[in-house]
């Protein structure tokens, strides 16, 4: 079974060409993650969880489900990591986890998608965005293969830079830059709420016909990225930039 999160689609996208191409389910966690539903959940195929990386590892939001929730069945579990760039040494800490969890490790590998984090870097040209997922598709294809066949990933080295990415900058990653006091709804704003709807965390509501967000943010970018209007920005940062979205 295929369990994937996403904020803007590129996991979502990852998730369901693996699906199609080995013939498994792929299931979206975010009501899971939003009602914190940490019911078992049962698979006679391998464990494949597609991710974003944030920071160079596994979501928190993700791994913190993870923790509380009894996957059944197979032993065997992959991560498929979707990136703006690289995905550091989150191979390393999803193993440590797996080995905890008393499951198979079969490897965590990272897909290179078009950039979505925009409160800190820009999305790609709508060019850009096509090349980046031609590539992509090549990639995802082979982990499915891989996947398949049963075949562990194969691991890159690990240099110094990504014990580093994935370790002390990911410890200072969400108490210093995952905040949400930035984000704010401008006069484009027609208080649809489908920002709210689309938050993980609740931490949106709408008050007097405008979204207020509240303490919790894990920057998934959905509400900045696929608000209708573009009526969301975070600080001065975004102004002007284009929004990113790999919809169906």
């Not at 009894?70 to 999803?94: D, K, P, Q, W």
């Not at 830079?161 to 905040?179: E, L, Q, T, W």
Request: charged share 25%.
């Amino acid at each position: 079974m295929i369990l994937y999160y996403t904020g803007t689609g590129n996991s979502a996208y990852a998730a369901r060409r693996i699906a199609a191409a080995i013939g498994d389910e792929a299931v979206d966690l975010f009501s899971r993650l939003r009602d914190e539903d940490t019911s078992p959940i049962e698979s006679q195929k391998p464990w494949v969880i597609v991710t974003p990386t944030y920071a160079w590892r596994v979501p928190r939001i993700v791994r913190d489900w993870l923790d509380k929730t009894e996957l059944r069945g197979a032993r065997e579990i992959y991560f498929v990591m979707t990136c703006g760039s690289e995905i550091g040494n989150a191979g390393s800490y999803a193993e440590k986890w797996c080995r905890g969890k008393g499951l198979c490790f079969k490897g965590c590998a990272g897909v290179v998608m078009p950039e979505n984090y925009i409160v800190m870097f820009s999305a790609p040209s709508p060019k850009e965005e096509a090349e980046i997922i031609v590539r992509a598709n090549g990639r995802i294809d082979s982990l499915a293969q891989s996947i398949a066949k049963g075949e562990d990933f194969v691991l890159p080295q690990i240099k110094l830079m990504d014990r580093i990415y994935s370790g002390v900058v990911n410890d200072a990653f969400y108490p210093v830059f995952v905040k949400s006091k930035k984000f704010r709804a401008t006069s484009e704003c027609i208080g649809c709420g489908k920002c709210a709807a689309l938050c993980p965390k609740k931490c949106i509501r709408i008050e007097n016909g405008k979204p207020v967000w509240s303490e919790g943010c894990t920057h998934c970018m959905a509400c900045i990225c696929r608000c209708p209007k573009q009526a969301i920005e975070y600080g001065s940062h975004t102004k002007g930039l284009r929004r990113y979205y790999l919809g169906e």
